[in-house]
């Protein structure tokens, strides 16, 4: 595994927070508007300038996220902060044109059976509304393709290269801006993430890629180090580990934002991010959804943080 020197400049790697997005929509108590407003602008605040803030999907389908444009609307925006938004179809697509996002992020999953589960569509009606979304997309907000279940389903089992390919060739015929391999249910592994970015690195070249990593299995990190490795240098990721689909049995939370940007930050890459004022916003969402969240720096804080060994127990007897 290659690391950065960090005696020159560190390369950069950019961070797309997903948290209230992938993370809230599977809450089951709604979040008020004004509070998930309030945690994307804690975490532009922190230096995330990367944000998947909400999805226009069917408020029956979610109801969490029933209060897209509401949201968007009490945001405090910064030319430098993009704000991208998850759409299903036309109809959602041309809600977040209202809303005034920056970026469109259509989906479609390279399993047949996930993707009819999580769409209510086969895969060739679903190419066809992102078809409809990028037209609306064209001249007026980037658009970003996304493949969920890339590295495996929790019906199919392994997902060949091959479906993966099919659907980033279509996108690539519709003139997508990038590119996201999504884990799902966290199902990938370093060889299998190894195995599909070499292939689309061959096939596509010019297409950036981002991944995207769930923490299913323990082993979301060592993908991302896997991703480093060969060359990628975006990731998504969930503030305080939250998240998981509610249309895949056994998924669980992305990876974790703060996790994530110790690990790259401690491996000689930089991510403009503030960790302290990040694991201060993680604590925050923490409190917000009323339980304990799976990060671990939130918990142990940084490497190099100190102690005051009058503040230590001590072992007696």
Same mark, same amino acid.
């Given at each position: 595994?290659?690391?950065?020197?960090?005696?020159t400049?560190?390369?950069? =790697?950019?961070?797309?927070?997903?948290?209230?997005?992938?993370?809230?929509?599977?809450?089951?108590?709604?979040?008020?508007?004004?509070?998930? #407003?309030?945690?994307?602008?804690?975490?532009?605040?922190?230096?995330?300038?990367?944000?998947?803030?909400?999805?226009?999907?069917?408020?029956?389908?979610?109801?969490?996220?029933?209060?897209?444009?509401?949201?968007?609307?009490?945001?405090?925006?910064?030319?430098?902060?993009?704000i991208?938004?998850?759409?299903?179809?036309?109809? /959602?697509?041309?809600?977040?044109?209202? &809303?005034?996002?920056?970026?469109?992020?259509?989906?479609?999953?390279?399993?047949?059976?996930?993707?009819? $589960?999580?769409?209510?569509?086969?895969?060739?009606?679903?190419?066809?509304?992102?078809?409809?979304? #990028?037209?609306?997309?064209r001249?007026?907000?980037?658009?970003?393709?996304?493949?969920?279940? $890339?590295?495996?389903?929790?019906?199919? /089992?392994?997902?060949?290269?091959?479906?993966?390919?099919?659907?980033?060739? &279509?996108? &690539?015929?519709?003139?997508?801006?990038?590119?996201?391999?999504?884990?799902?249910?966290?199902?990938?592994?370093?060889?299998?993430?190894?195995?599909?970015?070499?292939?689309?690195?061959?096939?596509?070249?010019?297409?950036?890629?981002?991944?995207?990593?769930?923490?299913t299995?323990?082993?979301?990190?060592?993908?991302?180090?896997?991703?480093?490795?060969?060359?990628?240098?975006?990731?998504?990721?969930?503030?305080?580990?939250?998240?998981?689909?509610?249309?895949?049995?056994?998924?669980?939370?992305?990876?974790?934002?703060?996790?994530?940007?110790?690990?790259?930050?401690?491996?000689?890459?930089?991510? /403009?991010?503030?960790?302290?004022?990040?694991?201060?916003?993680?604590?925050? =969402?923490?409190?917000?959804?009323?339980?304990t969240?799976?990060?671990?720096?939130?918990k142990?804080?940084?490497?190099?943080?100190?102690?005051?060994?009058?503040? &230590?127990?001590? $072992?007696?007897?």
């Amino acid at each position: 595994m290659k690391f950065s020197d960090p005696s020159t400049t560190r390369p950069r =790697v950019a961070i797309t927070e997903v948290g209230t997005r992938d993370g809230f929509q599977a809450e089951p108590t709604l979040i008020p508007s004004a509070v998930k #407003a309030g945690v994307i602008d804690a975490l532009v605040s922190a230096g995330v300038r990367r944000i998947e803030a909400t999805s226009f999907v069917s408020p029956r389908a979610v109801p969490q996220l029933a209060d897209a444009h509401e949201m968007l609307a009490q945001l405090r925006r910064r030319a430098d902060a993009h704000i991208a938004a998850l759409v299903p179809n036309a109809r /959602g697509a041309e809600r977040a044109l209202g &809303a005034g996002v920056d970026e469109f992020v259509c989906f479609v999953s390279a399993s047949e059976t996930h993707n009819r $589960a999580n769409l209510n569509a086969p895969i060739a009606g679903s190419l066809v509304h992102v078809a409809e979304i #990028a037209g609306i997309a064209r001249g007026n907000v980037a658009l970003r393709g996304a493949v969920a279940c $890339a590295f495996g389903c929790p019906f199919e /089992g392994d997902v060949p290269v091959d479906a993966v390919l099919r659907i980033v060739d &279509a996108y &690539a015929r519709l003139g997508v801006d990038r590119l996201t391999l999504g884990d799902t249910t966290g199902m990938a592994t370093p060889p299998t993430v190894a195995k599909l970015v070499d292939a689309l690195g061959r096939g596509h070249p010019d297409l950036p890629i981002a991944l995207h990593f769930h923490n299913t299995r323990g082993v979301g990190l060592a993908n991302v180090m896997v991703g480093l490795d060969l060359g990628i240098r975006e990731f998504e990721s969930s503030i305080a580990g939250l998240g998981g689909c509610p249309f895949a049995p056994g998924a669980t939370g992305n990876i974790c934002t703060e996790d994530l940007v110790y690990l790259l930050e401690e491996s000689g890459f930089d991510t /403009g991010i503030d960790l302290e004022a990040l694991i201060a916003v993680a604590r925050q =969402v923490e409190e917000i959804i009323g339980r304990t969240l799976p990060g671990q720096v939130m918990k142990a804080g940084p490497r190099l943080r100190r102690y005051s060994p009058a503040d &230590a127990r001590r $072992a007696v007897g």
